[in-house]
């Protein structure tokens, strides 16, 4: 495979097909299992290419995997998380469902180097077509060692605490670290959990080397990435490009926006606003450049149409934030709470100028006190929403209406109801 030519992780991949494992040995070849001489080189190859996780808070692989495989005690398990609780993105999902063998692979490599003799495999049980993928996918292989879970689809389920907790006890709520669950996990035993995408860049890591896996991408930031594109686009899905491709080359390859577009929201919702003029040039990875300058995160780029109130938006969002906190500390009962409720009484016109300074406020003593991340997540949203729609807050605070809630559609996508509990 051409190390300089994308797709890599999506490389003869049919949108709503899964490649079968014969397409795959025929794409990829056999996957390159370490033996108990090679584990050391395997991880020692992962650090030099760079790869960060490509879930949230992109940690270096290298340093997951050395610290399973340096635990004290305990067989150790691997955990692929594709529970992809964040609303707005279809790219794990996309790779469970197109490309299922590229993520055994990197599930079984990574259990070979660090001398685990499970693989559970996590995806959320509204994923109909990445759970039937995954499913053919170990039948395939006959593999024995490889479980598929079925998990809830709630915001938090995926933190990497909640979905441990899921695992040993049924309840997916986050607990406090530490121990975290490299430490124990699963079971109680030393667990490496990591994401589809970047078990599936293990996967080529292994096969084609760190020098292969750094032709593209930037020098800090190497290899590619998945993003879900949504909003005014000609095309939106799910993209691969190159680490630290610019915002404008990803709305160039869908075609570019169908109508004037005044934001972008960058890494989910967990991530930052940007407004439209300065978003051409920004790079996309998961390297952060600096306070305005937002890291990929959960691999999510939402356009933001000029039509739309960014703030009301941005106000819908952390009120569903705040409904799918784990209710187990108070950054996320009171603090997030009080932030969403700031935001429906400003968009509503019914608060005080200077309202927004009180969402200043909660936001900075949420920050780092949570459980899990949910209340940072929750605060990095809303506090680039303040600055990027300054104008839309002196509106709303001077009784003004945007006319979001008087039925034009929303933007931003969250979750439909279940229609049947389970």
Known sequence: MDGATLPRLLAGWRPGEPISFD?????????????????????????????????????????????????????????????????????????????????????????AAVGANEVIVCVK???????????????????????????????????????????????????FVPPRPFERGVGGRPTLMQNPETLADLALVARYGADWFRQVGAEADPGSNLVTLRGPVARPGVYEIASGASLGSLLEAAGGPTESIQAFLVGGYAGSWVSAERAGELPLGRAR????????????????????????????????????????????????????????????????????????????????RGACGHPDGAAALATSALYVFRDAVTTHEAGGSCGSRNGRPWTLPLPEPLAVAR
């Not at 077509?129 to 998990?151: G, H, P, S, Y």
């Not at 997030?336 to 019914?350: K, L, P, S």
Request: glycine letters at 14%; aromatic letters at 4%.
């Open 23 to 111: 397409e795959h040995l025929s794409t990829h070849g056999p996957a390159p299992i370490p033996d108990s001489r090679q584990r050391h080189e395997l991880i020692e190859e992962v650090d030099r290419s760079g790869l960060r996780g490509r879930g949230g808070a992109g940690f270096p692989t290298a340093a997951k995997l050395r610290a399973v495989a340096g635990a004290r005690r305990g067989r150790r398990v691997i955990v692929v998380n594709g529970a992809e609780g964040e609303p707005a993105s279809a790219k794990d999902r996309a790779l469970l469902a197109g490309a299922p063998h590229l993520v055994l692979d990197g599930a079984l490599i990574a259990a």
């Open 125 to 175: 049980w509204t994923a109909t077509k990445a759970m039937r993928a995954v499913e053919t996918a170990i039948r395939e292989r006959a593999a024995d060692q490889i479980a598929l879970v079925e998990v809830p689809p709630g915001y938090v389920a995926g933190e990497e605490t909640a979905l441990v907790n899921y695992l040993n006890t049924g309840r997916a709520l986050p607990t």
């Open 289 to 368: 450049g600096g306070a305005r300058e937002p890291a990929l995160g959960a691999g999510v780029v939402i356009a933001l149409p000029a039509a739309a109130c960014g703030f009301c938006e941005t106000g819908r969002v952390v009120g569903y934030l705040a409904e799918e906190s784990a209710g187990q500390c108070g950054p996320c009962i009171h603090g997030v709470g009080a932030i969403a409720d700031a935001f429906a009484e400003i968009g509503d016109g019914r608060a005080e100028p200077g309202a927004h300074r009180w969402i200043e406020s909660w936001s900075a003593d949420v920050v780092g």
